[in-house]
């Protein structure tokens, strides 16, 4: 059975720091097309980050470039997002997906 299990949100200042993880099981992450995701209040879900399976390149959404940095760590079955310079618009619920299977998503608010 496919399951991502994110974690690592929380409540933070603006332009301070936070590490996502997403743990998979079920599959393997590294042969699999995986990212990134959020959604805030209001608003769709948008792609934020992600690996590609063809090559191993990665995406960064405009916003996020600079200042995201997406992560794998192929023997612990996971990926990271780190974010640094979080910004309140930032603020969302982050989702990874792969498989076409979501976790249950970690909050980030970033509010002083």
């Known amino acids: 059975q496919v399951q991502l299990v994110e974690s690592g949100g929380g409540l933070v200042q603006p332009g301070g720091s936070l590490r996502l993880s997403c743990a998979a099981s079920?599959?393997?992450?590294?042969?699999?097309?995986i990212g990134w995701f959020r959604q805030a209040p209001g608003k769709e879900r948008e792609a934020v980050s992600c690996?590609?399976?063809?090559?191993?390149?990665?995406y960064y959404a405009d916003s996020v470039k600079g200042r995201f940095t997406i992560s794998r760590d192929n023997a612990k079955n996971t990926i990271y997002l780190q974010m640094n310079s979080l910004k309140p618009e930032d603020s969302a619920v982050y989702y990874c997906?792969?498989?076409?299977?979501w976790g249950q998503g970690t909050l980030v608010t970033v509010s002083s």
């Open positions: 079920g599959f393997s992450l590294d042969n699999s097309h």
């Open positions: 997906n792969a498989l076409g299977v």
């Open positions: 690996f590609s399976r063809s090559d191993g390149s990665t």
